[in-house]
Nanobody, 115 residues
Framework: QVQLVESGGGLVQPGGSLRLSCAAS????????MGWYRQAPGKGRALVAE???????NYVDSVKGRFTISRDNSKNTVFLEMNSLKSEETAVYLC?????????WGQGIQVTVSS
């Protein structure tokens, strides 16, 4: 089974930037989509951004223009570049990979936006 390992989280001030990485234990070529969800305290899991095997991307409206998702197939890794972070974006960020109807999730990584 594929393993997804997130890294790059941490504490950042409002307006700051972070780059999250999601490294897969196998080739990501076969995945239909990979991306990121986030779960804030007391809230449900919500899509942030995703990238499809075609290379096309999808973002939730609130992050458009500030976040960028990309993938490096040679490294089996998906990245999420987050700029102009807001305090309300404090959450656990979870990487996912989907192959047809099968979803795999990483353990999640904490992102805290606070002064």
């Amino acid at each position: 089974q594929v393993q997804l390992v997130e890294s790059g989280g941490g504490l950042v001030q409002p307006g700051g930037s972070l780059r999250l990485s999601c490294a897969a234990s196998e080739s990501i070529f076969s995945f239909n989509a990979m991306g990121w969800y986030r779960q804030a305290p007391g809230k449900g899991r919500a899509l942030v951004a995703e990238i499809f095997s075609s290379g096309s991307t999808n973002y939730v409206d609130s992050v458009k223009g500030r976040f960028t998702i990309s993938r490096d197939n040679s490294k089996n890794t998906v990245f999420l570049e987050m700029n102009s972070l807001k305090s309300e974006e404090t959450a656990v960020y979870l990487c996912y990979a989907r192959r047809t109807s099968i979803w795999k999730w990483g353990q999640g990584i904490q992102v805290t936006v606070s002064s």
